[in-house]
């Protein structure tokens, strides 16, 4: 299963080189405004130490790690939907992606250049998230115009209240993710349409020097815990390795993924799902043939597995499951999927 995040944030915030740590890349990163105009791809492992485990016990030395694909998009600017800046044209570049790292300077250095030449985060959040509002009302618009030329089935006449309730939402600068209580109808409206604003987001304060405070002002004004902001000194990262270790990890975590593995002869293989699927879904993920022809599957606990340290132990033990396709696939499961 692709998962895609992507990194926005003002021009000059640290974006490309917070994708050049997270990818191993060497894409340009200068100090000056709109160094990126056209958005960058790469994509980057998911961290699992359970992998290394499961190598030992089975001595198993190739390792395939499920991975995010990254995308790095242009600097947004105050008023790109009318035009500033590169425009808004990047922003379609966010519409096919699953998550937002916002990417905000939290760090002094006056030989770092600002955009509006004042470090405030909580200024450019705001000037930011602003963008993806107004394209975000651009959408619901272009969508009332079609709706209004067929407007006589009650679908739509549900979709054009639900999208007046958005509009409304949106025109006080509040951002669609956060309603609650949505009904699947609505839900299926709002994932059609792909809103930049219902997007769940992650917020990267860029630091340096080890001060918080900026962080500590973005989470106080807008009540951000610690699983929707990370700070990461992202100009020397080697240092800060594990926060971004720990970014990819909540990135993971934030759209409800799990990993499955697979353990043939040769590999390890780590696959990742949405957490709720069932065992039907993951075959379909590993190739559409074993999901047609499936039959039934082994299914071990990693834990399991770590305390009897191989699959004859576990069946020695009673710790081999079969399970049929409706069972949900638990995160850490170790599976053997039997097919025609
Ligand atoms: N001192 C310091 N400089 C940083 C830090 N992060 C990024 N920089 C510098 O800031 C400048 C801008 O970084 P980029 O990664 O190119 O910024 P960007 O957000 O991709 O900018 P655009 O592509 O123009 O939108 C570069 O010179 C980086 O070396 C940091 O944590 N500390
Ligand atoms: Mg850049």
Not at 95 to 108: A, K, W
Not at 130 to 156: A, G, H, V
Not at 227 to 237: A, L, P, V
Request: glycine share 4%; proline share 1%.
């Amino acid at each position: 299963m692709n998962i895609k995040c992507c990194i926005v944030g003002l021009p000059n915030v640290g974006k490309s080189a917070l994708f050049n740590v997270l990818t191993n890349q060497q894409i340009n990163s200068q100090n000056y405004p709109f160094c990126t105009i056209k958005s960058n791809l790469g994509s980057v492992n998911v961290p699992d130490d359970r992998l290394n485990k499961l190598s030992n016990i089975f001595n198993i030395k190739n390792i395939i790690k499920s991975n995010i694909e990254i995308i790095d998009v242009a600097g947004l600017v105050k008023n790109a939907s009318q035009g500033m800046g590169l425009g808004n044209k990047f922003l379609s570049d966010i519409r096919n992606t699953n998550l937002i790292i916002h990417v905000l300077r939290c760090f002094d250095n006056t030989e770092i250049s600002h955009i509006y030449n004042t470090v405030d985060p909580l200024r450019d959040k705001e000037i930011v998230e602003l963008e993806l509002q107004l394209k975000d009302l651009e959408t619901i618009d272009k969508r009332m115009l079609k709706i209004n030329k067929y407007c006589d089935t009650k679908n739509l006449l549900n979709e054009k209240i639900f999208l007046d309730k958005c509009k409304n939402l949106l025109l006080k600068g509040v951002n669609l993710n956060y309603m609650q209580d949505i009904s699947n109808s609505n839900l299926h409206i709002l994932n059609n349409i792909s809103f930049l604003t219902y997007k769940k987001s992650i917020f990267v304060g860029n630091i340096s020097n080890n001060n918080y405070i900026y962080i500590d002002k973005l989470k106080n004004k807008y009540s951000l815990d610690n699983d929707s902001i990370i700070s990461i000194d992202i100009n020397s990262y080697k240092n800060d390795c594990d926060n971004i270790n720990l970014l990819i990890k909540k990135c993971f975590n934030m759209l409800n993924m799990i990993n499955f593995f697979t353990i043939d002869n040769k590999e390890i293989h780590s696959w990742c799902i949405k957490k709720g699927s069932t065992i039907l879904d993951a075959a379909g993920i590993i190739h559409s043939d074993i999901k047609k022809n499936f039959i039934c599957s082994e299914v071990y606990s990693y834990y399991d597995i770590c305390e009897y340290k191989s699959l004859n132990a576990l069946k020695l033990n009673y710790k081999k499951n079969i399970k049929g396709k409706d069972y949900l696939i638990k995160d850490g499961d170790i599976i053997n999927i039997k097919h025609r």
